[in-house]
């Protein structure tokens, strides 16, 4: 096969739609610094998420950084190896110390189980990761919390839409944070949220996002330029009308690589939960030790066949260049085994059913 299968591929709307959306800015000349635009997609984000309150920011990583911040945290951070690298820089960019929890085999979120033996005085929260769109433990989460007096925010990066026992999975935690990345199932070219319950915590995230200041001649803290654009914002609004749809379409290619592989002995799918209505983002597997390839193995030859898949998340966060002296990534066993054997398959919403076929096919023949 000649045309390249990347592992992911941005949606947009038409080029006539995002232009008919955008004329209006070249009358109001008002690009950025809270707009009408960002003002509409918060509004229709909360209808959409079913959530109480959203903050938008110009990207997650933005987003994640000034969730922490908002709490003036302190001390210790709790948090998972398994995850892309803006989480733990999130925590070390706020002056914290992450502390890493192994994760669970079945979902490779943050097993729930290991964090109070984590806990010491200096902790001040917990960052958890629903990873490839999986909820954490929130009920064991919660009760450790409570229990400890931690703050609790979720990075829910790749859990847009995602429900947990008919819930959004965004009104868990004192905060979550969600990314509007081009790669994401919804996107707002980049962007980034917060999702948070009290709705008088706006003026602190305005704070945040607009160098601290609170008035036109006055300036409170130490602020940052969080704010998300029109431009953004106007992608954001085409791309929630779609949204349905493509999670739909997202869906069907899930569940052909369900059908593919679902027999193939060493090849570990996602398992799908009663309790949970998925988004579809990802299609993560991993290569156990009685399939013939090793992972590695197994990418080159996909490669050879100009399938790109992606190694997410390898290598672990612990074993980064800039942490690797600070941490020894033996102590989370799991995730380390899981970040040796995982890798991500192509998933976008105008992936062909025959490009899975053929993805499938490949995995099938060393089998």
Known sequence: MNKKILVTQSSMPTLEEYVEEIKDLWETKWLTNYGNKQELLREKLCEYLKCPNIFLFVNGHMALYNAI???NLKGEVITTPFTFASTTHAIVQNGL?????DIKKSDYTIDADKIEELITPNTSAIVAVH????PCDVEKINEIAKKHNLVVIYDAA????VKYKGKSILNYGDVSMLSFHATKVYNTIEGGACVYQEKNWEQRFI????FGITDYEKVESVGMNGKMNEFQAAMGLCNLKH???EIEKRKKVFMRYIENLKDIDGIKIPKIRE???LNYSYFPIVVEENYPLTRDELVKKLNEENIYPRKYFYPLVSDFDCYKNDYDSNETPIAKDIASRVMT????ANLELEDVDHICRVIKKYK
Do not use: M, Q, R, T
């Open 97 to 101: 110390k992450p502390v890493f929890c």
């Open 158 to 161: 790749h859990a847009f839409g």
């Open 243 to 245: 949204i349905e749809e």
């Open 345 to 348: 398959l192509p998933l976008y």
């Open 275 to 277: 309790d949970v209505e």
């Open 69 to 71: 911040k908002f709490f």
């Open 207 to 210: 704070e945040l996002s607009n």
């Open 131 to 134: 990873v490839y769109g999986n």
